[in-house]
Nanobody
Framework: QVQLVESGGGLVQAGDSLRLSCAASGGTLSTYVTGWFRQAPGKDREFVAAITWGRTNTYYTDSVKGRFTISRDNAKNTVYLQMNSLRPEDTAIYYC???????????WGQGTQVTVSA
């Protein structure tokens, strides 16, 4: 059973940066697809970014392309989401998830709150 723990959220101003971390135990993230999702108040959860195993392809939703970067440190069994040029509309709870495909995630973290003030 893979367990995921997110950290790094907080309250920042528009234009600032944050780096979220997703630390895994009970499994090796380099053998999974790892994704970041977010859910804003009153909205559905949405995909943000994902990183695959092997050749390590990355995917992003259009609204974060050029601002967010997903990466993985195999030695630390941790996936990161570097978020630059943050906007108020990025405010949400951010969740880390792991699975065997980019559309099927079996394991989820508890989430970390990101709040961006204008």
């Amino acid at each position: 059973q893979v367990q995921l723990v997110e950290s790094g959220g907080g309250l920042v101003q528009a234009g600032d940066s944050l780096r979220l971390s997703c630390a895994a135990s009970g499994g090796t993230l380099s053998t999974y697809v790892t994704g970041w999702f977010r859910q804003a108040p009153g909205k559905d959860r949405e995909f943000v970014a994902a990183i695959t195993w092997g050749r390590t392809n990355t995917y992003y939703t259009d609204s974060v392309k050029g601002r967010f970067t997903i990466s993985r440190d195999n030695a630390k069994n941790t996936v990161y989401l570097q978020m630059n040029s943050l906007r108020p509309e990025d405010t949400a709870i951010y969740y880390c998830a792991a699975g065997h495909t980019t559309i099927n995630y079996n394991y989820w973290g508890q989430g970390t709150q990101v709040t961006v003030s204008a």
